[in-house]
Antibody, heavy 124, light 111 residues
Framework: QVQLQESGPGLVKPSQTLSLTCTVS??????????WSWVRQPAGKALEWIGR???????DSNPSLTSRLIISRDTSQNQFFLQLTSVTAADTAVYYC????????????????WGQGTLVTVSS | DIVMTQSPLSLSVTPGQPASISCKSS???????????LYWVLQKPGQTPQLLIS???KRFAGVPDRFSGSGSGTDFTLKISRVETEDVGIYYC?????????FGQGTKVEI
């Protein structure tokens, strides 16, 4: 059973860079019919998709964040990363890493696995 | 971006009774491959979100059969045939046909 675990600083100062790691166990981030995403949720608000990385290493991102966002990975550690630059209070949220998986019949189960989430607060 | 609009935003239900949530998308979610990329996610109080329904109507593993999804194009519905107390939480519809993936505002279901 795959498990995802987010880690990183819980407090980031305004204008600095938010950096998070998702460590994946029980499955490889480089093989299989999977995609790996970051999703965030400000307190009391709806979910927001940030971006994803494919098993090939290719990435997609939310255009609202693209200019500030880098999604990358370390295949040797089976980890993928989120870096968000020039943060403001609006970036305060619980950040989740997730996995999509494709069934044998071709159905995509989007966000079928979630990490427990990590709260990041942007404040001086 | 595709806008996902849910209704109602709040729903008070009685255990054992049915419940229904509507989701409308600003563009068709039907792909040229014939699949429709509409999903339902439930976030129970204090918990991580969990996938309920994939591609309009396909229950995810372990999801009780009292949950069903239907719809096509831009109009979708999640139905709970007989609500149980454990079904409380916020239900989100979500589309993945186009980047960025977008969620509805959420429907809060209370007993």
């Amino acid at each position: 059973q795959v498990q995802l675990q987010e880690s990183g600083p819980g407090l980031v100062k305004p204008s600095q860079t938010l950096s998070l790691t998702c460590t994946v166990s029980g499955g490889s981030i480089t093989s299989g019919n999977y995609q790996w995403s970051w999703v965030r949720q400000p307190a009391g608000k709806a979910l927001e998709w940030i971006g994803r990385i494919y098993t090939t290493g290719r990435t997609d991102s939310n255009p609202s964040l693209t200019s500030r966002l880098i999604i990358s990975r370390d295949t040797s550690q089976n980890q993928f990363f989120l870096q968000l630059t020039s943060v403001t209070a609006a970036d305060t949220a619980v950040y989740y890493c997730t996995r999509d998986a494709q069934r044998f019949d071709g159905t995509w189960d989007v966000f079928e696995q979630w990490g427990q989430g990590t709260l990041v607060t942007v404040s001086s | 971006d595709i806008v996902m609009t849910q209704s109602p935003l709040s729903l008070s239900v009685t255990p054992g009774q049915p419940a229904s949530i509507s989701c409308k998308s600003s563009q068709s979610l039907l792909h040229s491959n014939g699949r429709t990329f509409l999903y339902w996610v439930l976030q129970k109080p204090g918990q991580t979100p969990q996938l309920l329904i994939s591609e309009v109507s396909k229950r995810f593993a372990g999801v009780p059969d009292r949950f069903s999804g239907s719809g096509s194009g831009t109009d979708f519905t999640l139905k709970i045939s007989r609500v149980e107390t454990e079904d409380v939480g916020i239900y989100y519809c979500m589309q993945s046909i186009q980047v960025p993936r977008t969620f509805g505002q959420g429907t809060k279901v209370e007993i």
